[in-house]
């Protein structure tokens, strides 16, 4: 079923995709640009990422309510999956570490809100972090063969 192929690839894509934003893209202006600079090609890298974030979790989440689906109707699993649960995790984690602290960055860095600067971005990275670790659960998870899912885990 092509669709499940696409479940099953989309989590490891986007797992990578995560991985090369943190630990390659972010770092690299850093190290040649300016900080102010290089604090704006880094925002303009987490917007994208915010944005196809947004789209990548509402289509992994709809293609696992689809397999969660199949499987309830097959009388062969529940109608929530942990796989649904791991996709809306990061599409809280985008919304909140993105759309929401974006704004109250913004004010930080003019003087305005109750958190510094520094804080909000550490708790933006945590966000970012919790993602990241949901995504490769949810790419860990998908990776492993019908039978084997479909099997409890031995002891």
């Known amino acids: 079923m092509e669709l499940e192929r696409w479940r099953r690839l989309l989590p490891a894509i986007w797992a990578g995709w995560l991985l090369c934003v943190a630990l390659l893209a972010t770092p690299a202006p850093f190290a040649a640009l300016a900080a102010a600079d290089a604090g704006r090609v880094v925002?303009?890298?987490?917007?994208?990422?915010?944005?196809?974030?947004?789209?990548?979790?509402?289509?992994?989440?709809?293609?696992?309510?689809?397999?969660?689906?199949?499987?309830?109707?097959?009388?062969?699993?529940?109608?929530?999956?942990?796989?649904?649960?791991?996709?809306?995790?990061?599409l809280f984690c985008?919304?909140?570490?993105?759309?929401?602290?974006?704004?109250?960055?913004?004010?930080?860095?003019?003087?305005?809100?109750?958190?510094?600067?520094g804080q909000l971005h550490v708790i933006s990275v945590a966000f970012f972090g919790i993602k990241l670790l949901l995504v490769l659960a949810l790419a860990w998870r998908n990776s492993r063969t019908p039978a084997a899912a479909s099997q409890p885990p031995s002891s």
Request: glycine share 12%; proline share 3%.
């Open 94 to 117: 985008t919304v909140a570490g993105y759309f929401a602290l974006q704004p109250m960055m913004a004010a930080a860095r003019v003087g305005q809100g109750s958190l510094s600067f």
């Open 43 to 90: 925002g303009r890298m987490f917007t994208q990422e915010a944005y196809t974030a947004l789209g990548l979790g509402v289509l992994l989440l709809v293609l696992e309510r689809m397999a969660a689906r199949r499987a309830a109707l097959a009388q062969d699993g529940p109608q929530f999956t942990t796989g649904m649960a791991l996709a809306l995790g990061t």
